[in-house]
């Protein structure tokens, strides 16, 4: 009689088993960080924002771009902030040809964060005053 083998199925059977696998697929090679990728993981599905602050190398960045490789064809978008940041760099370019021709006051967003699935903003607090909210 021949001995059943069981096999991990590349398939989950169930959406509970699903996540499970996604979450274990992602933190491979990272250490104790499992929490914080589910919590990426289901924000990114519920359509929320993450906020992540710790010192460097405790797995910020690559929290953000293991998450992308989850979506297909997710698109990213990452940017080293500092204080001589601009919009234009974030958020992408005024169209010129736009603005003089059609006299419309446009962005060139593509590649740019307004079209990115994942956005990871680096030392968000060196950006200069053009990104404060003025309370």
């Keep these: 009689m021949a001995k059943k083998v069981r096999t991990k199925s590349l398939f989950p059977s169930t959406p509970k088993e699903h996540i499970r696998q996604l979450v274990e697929w992602m933190s491979q090679e990272v250490y104790e960080k499992e929490q914080i990728i589910a919590v990426a993981l289901l924000c ?3 359509g929320e924002n993450m906020f992540l602050l710790g010192p460097p190398g405790t797995a ?6 293991r998450l992308k490789m989850v979506f297909k064809d997710g698109k990213s978008f990452d940017y080293l902030m500092s204080r001589f940041s601009t919009p234009d760099e974030i958020f992408g ?6 603005l003089k021709n059609d ?7 593509a590649g740019y964060l ?3 699935d994942v956005v ?4 968000i607090w060196k950006a200069g005053r053009r990104f404060r909210t003025p309370f």
């Design 120 to 123: 990871f903003l680096d030392e």
């Design 44 to 46: 990114a599905v519920a």
């Design 103 to 109: 006299d419309r006051y446009e962005r060139l967003t």
């Design 60 to 65: 910020k960045s690559m929290v953000a771009s």
């Design 114 to 116: 307004p079209e990115a």
């Design 93 to 98: 370019p005024i169209s010129i040809s736009r």
